[in-house]
């Protein structure tokens, strides 16, 4: 018998198998799971060069895998102008004037910023950032990601005024009756008006922005990822994706990644597939795979949009909201990338978007035949009840943002105001999503959301704000066990991911990704688990992040 060169004894180790057993030891030899066990059998694989950690009762779980995040666009941001947490109007123009102190010119970017903090429109005004400054451009992307608050010297180097038009796809919002734009911009295309006219950022940016992503991660016991946006840019790099190969060849990526390029709705099918086709094959390297197309079908319910089978109720124009593929048309797009092998990867927020999704998946299946495809629906936020059994039927995976799932103003203020009570029975049901036999994955959406599983794991089972902010559940018998939550976040989001043959649960020739937690997850309140800390990350069988 070989020697481990690792041993983690004592301990209460949740392997996440099949039959979701447990063990007190694992042994780990050349990066990989050698054996699980009891503590009295692990010593048979002690050696003279075995290190042996006693857990003293700490817990040990297969790495978690983030099935919906933006590593590299999350750790930019964060090392631009940050906005994030800050609650109230005052406390946003307080840190960007001190952004606008700490860098001497050009212009300001940055995010984080939160749409409640301008409820109930969800829309921030330009004046208040021009009375910051008017001269230098400012950008700042709102933490959801599909909203930008610009001052007036942006919309001037974008060349947005009175007379500029709506981009397909988008939104300029101006003040109510001219068409004076008011600051605000709803959507990618839209959005893009003014990244365009920004200066690009240095290949130096991107990698410190992963470094920085990477090491956040880790620390919270994250060992792979699905990178929900790698877009192509002007100069036909994929961004983030040169940075990712850049950290791996120096061995310093430690995280397993899968990338998911982004479809241009504007560009359609054919401009598009040769160069997904390219990028797959230069790209599926190492740590990196890039085999995902990401499909934007619909907005945010927030902004109005968000795509909907009934009109808004706060509206009495009879607006539902708009698609952002045409369905005809995505049917033929998803049956020819699905024939590439191309794993599909759709945002739908809304119940008429995540239907027009399904169908697409359903017409490529119906014309290519069924095949090992895992395509996913992301953040499905509101279902029509009828749709919930079709993701078991069609072998999609539903990867909802827990987090999301609680009673907070985003729901209250925001979502609940535009959907009314009835509809909002069906926002994120992932119990019920659970009990139709669907597998579930979960994922952050980090920077729109904290990216520590712990507090997505906590939300999925009580429904509640893991931090107390909260007094009521959303849903009713939407709850699932913390046996399923975990799941979610390891064996299920490796299965999304194409690493479940090799990650995910404990046991033996799988990686050692392994993850120590300061406590056991099933001997504390369901209210405290957001409350456990990551000790150690392994990756490979490396200590990447904590102590052994």
């Known amino acids: 018998m070989d020697a481990a060169n690792l041993l983690l004894v004592n301990g209460h180790v949740y392997r996440v198998d099949t039959a979701r057993t447990w063990a007190q030891a694992v042994a780990v030899k050349d990066g990989r799971i050698q054996w699980t066990g009891s503590t009295a059998e692990a010593m048979d694989r002690a050696g003279d060069g075995t290190r042996i950690v006693d857990l003293g009762g ?103 005024d009175d007379g500029s038009a709506d ?142 089978l009934e009109p808004y109720d706060d509206r009495d124009d009879g607006f539902s909201g708009d698609l952002l593929n045409d369905p005809q048309r995505l049917n033929a797009a998803v049956t020819a990338l699905d024939a590439e092998a191309f794993q599909i990867h759709f945002h739908a927020i809304g119940d008429r978007a995540i239907r027009t999704s399904l169908d697409a998946l359903e017409a490529a299946r119906a014309a290519n035949g069924a095949r090992d495809s895992r395509h996913h629906i992301s953040h499905i936020q509101l279902f029509d009840p009828a749709d919930i059994p079709r993701f078991a039927t069609l072998g999609v995976t539903a990867n909802f943002q827990p987090l999301w799932a609680i009673n907070d103003v985003y729901i209250t203020e925001l979502t609940i105001p535009r959907i009314g009570n009835e509809r909002a029975r069906w926002l994120y049901p992932i119990g019920s999503m ?59 989001s490796a299965y999304l991911n194409f690493l479940d043959h090799d990650s995910g649960s404990i046991e033996a020739g799988k990686r050692a990704d392994l993850i120590v937690l300061d406590r056991n997850l099933f001997g504390i309140p369901p209210q405290e688990i957001n409350e456990a800390r990551v000790t150690a990350t392994l990756f490979d069988g490396r200590l990447v992040f904590g102590e052994l």
């Open 58 to 160: 700490r817990m040990v779980l297969p790495g978690f895998q983030d099935s919906h995040v933006h590593p590299v666009h999350s750790g930019v941001t964060y090392r631009q102008c940050a906005l994030f947490d800050l609650v109230g109007v005052d406390a946003l123009l307080r840190e960007v004037g001190a952004c606008i102190r700490r860098t001497p010119d050009g212009w300001i970017q940055g995010g984080g910023w939160s749409v409640d903090n301008f409820a109930p429109s969800g829309l921030p005004d330009k004046a208040l950032l021009d009375a910051l400054t008017d001269e230098r451009p400012i950008a700042l992307k709102s933490s959801d990601g599909h909203s930008l608050w610009v001052n007036s010297a942006a919309l001037a180097a974008a060349g947005i």
């Open 434 to 492: 659970q009990r139709s036999g669907a597998r579930v994955a979960f994922g952050s959406d980090w920077y729109v959301s904290s990216a520590n599983p712990l507090d997505g794991i906590e939300a999925a089972v009580t429904r509640l704000d893991p931090d107390g902010k909260t007094g009521s559940t959303l849903g009713q018998g939407e709850e699932i066990s913390l046996a399923d939550a975990i799941a979610s976040y390891t064996i299920n």
């Open 167 to 308: 981009p397909p796809g988008g939104r300029i919002d101006r003040y109510p009756g001219t068409r004076t734009p008011s600051g605000s911009l709803q959507e990618d295309s839209a959005m893009n008006l003014v990244f365009d006219a920004a200066p690009p950022l240095r290949p130096t940016d991107l990698e410190a922005g992963l470094e920085y992503a990477r090491d956040h991660l880790l620390s919270l016991g994250i060992v792979a990822v699905q990178d929900a946006l790698a877009k192509l840019t002007p100069g036909d790099a994929y961004y983030g994706l040169d940075t990712y190969l850049a950290l791996d060849d120096r061995g310093e990526l430690n995280l397993r990644v899968v990338a998911s390029l982004y479809w241009e709705n504007r560009l359609g099918l054919e401009p598009q597939l040769a160069a997904f086709r390219a990028a797959r094959a230069r790209y599926t390297h190492g740590n990196l795979a890039a085999s995902t197309i990401k499909i934007w079908q619909d907005g945010v319910m927030e902004t109005h949009t968000a795509a909907l």
